[in-house]
């Protein structure tokens, strides 16, 4: 069993920056990824980025440049940097893992958090 937890949401003006958070615990393997999607409302939910144990990473285009995904492994935890918040970032983002990075483009990864709001005001 994977339990994921997400923190760091909130509300903040356009061109503001929040960082998430996102730990990991259960049986977790030591080479994974990690990474975040999010879901806009009326929207389907979409890949934001990704990360693996060994630190490469892939990006949504719509986020490049103003999103950053790090990670620290002795912690299981994924952080998303968000600068330049704009308006249409507002969304639930859910934190997710699998055992390869591969699974975040080409299906949907394994194990899911319960997501946390972000919501952009103008």
């Known amino acids: 069993q994977v339990h994921l937890v997400e923190s760091g949401g909130g509300l903040v003006q356009a061109g503001g920056s929040l960082r998430l958070s996102c730990s990991a615990s259960g049986r977790i393997f030591s080479i994974n990824a990690m990474g975040w999607y999010r879901q806009a409302p009326g929207k389907q939910r979409e890949f934001v980025a990704a990360i693996t144990s060994g630190g490469s990473t892939k990006v949504a285009d719509s986020v490049k440049g103003r999103f950053t995904i790090s990670r620290e492994n002795a912690k299981n935890t994924v952080y998303l940097q968000m600068s330049s918040l704009k308006v249409e970032d507002t969304a639930i983002y859910y934190c997710?893992?699998?055992?390869?990075?591969?699974?975040?483009?080409?299906?949907?990864?394994?194990?899911w958090g319960q997501g946390t709001q972000v919501t952009v005001s103008s």
């Open positions: 997710a893992l699998d055992s390869t990075i591969v699974a975040f483009t080409s299906r949907e990864p394994d194990h």
